[in-house]
Nanobody, 115 residues
Framework: QVQLVESGGGLVQAGGSLRLSCATS????????MGWYRQAPGKQREMVAI???????NYGDSEEGRFTISRDNAKKMVYLEINRLKPEDTAVYYC?????????WGQGTQVTVSS
C-alpha cells in the first residue's frame, strides 16, 4: 500500500522560510516522478514543483525562484523549501508521486503565512 505523509507546515510570518517534507512508503519503483501541489481556499489545486527521476525540475509559473524541490532517493523522500513566504502562499500543500499510470497523494500539510 502506497502512503505519502507530509510534514513541516505551520504558521509563519511573511518573509520567513519553511521546509516541507514528504515521506513515502510502499513505492517499489526507483526514482518515481515526485511533486508538490497546493490548494488555497476557493481555488483549484495548482502545481508548485515537480522533480523527475534524473533530478530535473519544473516549477509552476508563480514561484518566482522562491521554491526549491529536492529528493532523497535513499530515504524515498521529497522536500520543498519555500523562501520569502508571502500571505498568498497560504494553502494546503500536497505531495504527489506518479508511478506509471498511477498517481498518489498525501493528506496535505497546511501552510499559513501571516502578514
Amino acid at each position: 500500500q502506497v502512503q505519502l505523509v507530509e510534514s513541516g507546515g505551520g504558521l509563519v510570518q511573511a518573509g520567513g522560510s519553511l521546509r516541507l517534507s514528504c515521506a513515502t512508503s510502499g513505492i517499489i519503483v526507483n526514482r518515481p516522478i515526485m511533486g508538490w501541489y497546493r490548494q488555497a481556499p476557493g481555488k483549484q489545486r495548482e502545481m508548485v514543483a515537480i522533480i523527475f527521476s534524473g533530478g530535473s525540475t519544473n516549477y509552476g509559473d508563480s514561484e518566482e525562484g522562491r521554491f526549491t524541490i529536492s529528493r532523497d532517493n535513499a530515504k524515498k523522500m521529497v522536500y520543498l523549501e519555500i523562501n520569502r513566504l508571502k500571505p498568498e502562499d497560504t494553502a494546503v500543500y500536497y505531495c504527489q508521486v506518479v508511478v506509471g499510470a498511477n498517481t498518489y497523494w498525501g493528506q496535505g500539510t497546511q501552510v499559513t503565512v501571516s502578514s
